[in-house]
């Protein structure tokens, strides 16, 4: 069976270093944060199974870092105990919630059960620079604001993220793209590619989408 991976996230050493000994020796791999700035690093980099959130980081505090995490479950681990907070939290995407100080084995036992939920893989989020493309939920994110696409712009860009820097022919995309938009034509790939560059463009950052002359198109790394 393969080792899952659970990111920490917490600016406290020692419940850090508790939470990562424990972990390990229930033959989990653990990866550590010690900021919200850190974390967003650290998924941009990897994909754990499960992530323990601490809600009191400096830099971005766990509920500004919450909204960014796609497709995995996340159990707070905070001091703030008001029903309130649990409440906002879960409907904001937490799978669980749990007041600092926790008993260690309830901890185990409910990271045992979102492990469980998630037995079968999670469809993967692919990322480039800002933009993740979370093929779960189908939703399409740059620096956590969703941008909403058609079928045929979202089958593009998917397709473009998971080889992101190369170079893809139009024939290909065509024929890739084919099963799920039959409407996109040899004529119409252009203006929804035109559309599917406006609007992540709308986003205030950069044209992630570039023409390859004589070739096709290619997502930028940046």
């Known amino acids: 069976m393969d080792t899952k991976t659970i990111a920490i996230i917490d600016d406290d050493v020692s419940i850090g270093d508790m939470l990562e000994e424990t972990l390990r020796q ?38 500004e870092v919450l909204p960014h995490i796609q497709g ?15 409440v906002s939290l879960l409907r904001g995407g937490a799978a669980d919630y749990m007041t600092k100080p926790f ?23 692919y990322r480039a620079g800002d933009l993740a493309v979370d093929t779960a939920s189908r939703q399409v994110l740059v620096r956590g604001a969703e941008v909403r696409l058609t079928r045929t712009e979202y089958a593009i860009l998917k397709l473009l993220i ?8 139009k024939g290909v995309i065509l024929d890739r793209i084919s099963e799920d938009t039959p409407d996109c034509t040899d004529s119409s790939l252009k203006q929804h590619i035109s559309n599917l560059r406006r609007k992540l463009k709308e986003t205030g950052y950069h044209d992630y989408i570039e023409s390859v002359w004589g070739i096709g198109f290619r997502l930028s790394c940046k």
């Open 162 to 169: 998971q080889n992101p820097g190369q170079a893809i022919a």
């Open 103 to 125: 008993d260690i084995r309830e901890l185990l036992a409910r990271i045992a059960v979102q492990l469980r939920n998630t037995v079968s893989p999670l469809a993967p989020v």
């Open 26 to 63: 229930e033959g989990y791999r653990t990866l550590r944060a010690w900021s919200g700035t850190e974390a967003l690093y650290l998924l941009s980099q990897n994909h754990p199974d499960l992530i323990l959130l601490d809600l009191m980081l400096p830099g971005l505090n766990g509920e």
């Open 72 to 86: 995995i479950p996340v159990i707070v681990l905070s001091a703030k105990g008001d029903i309130q907070d649990k």
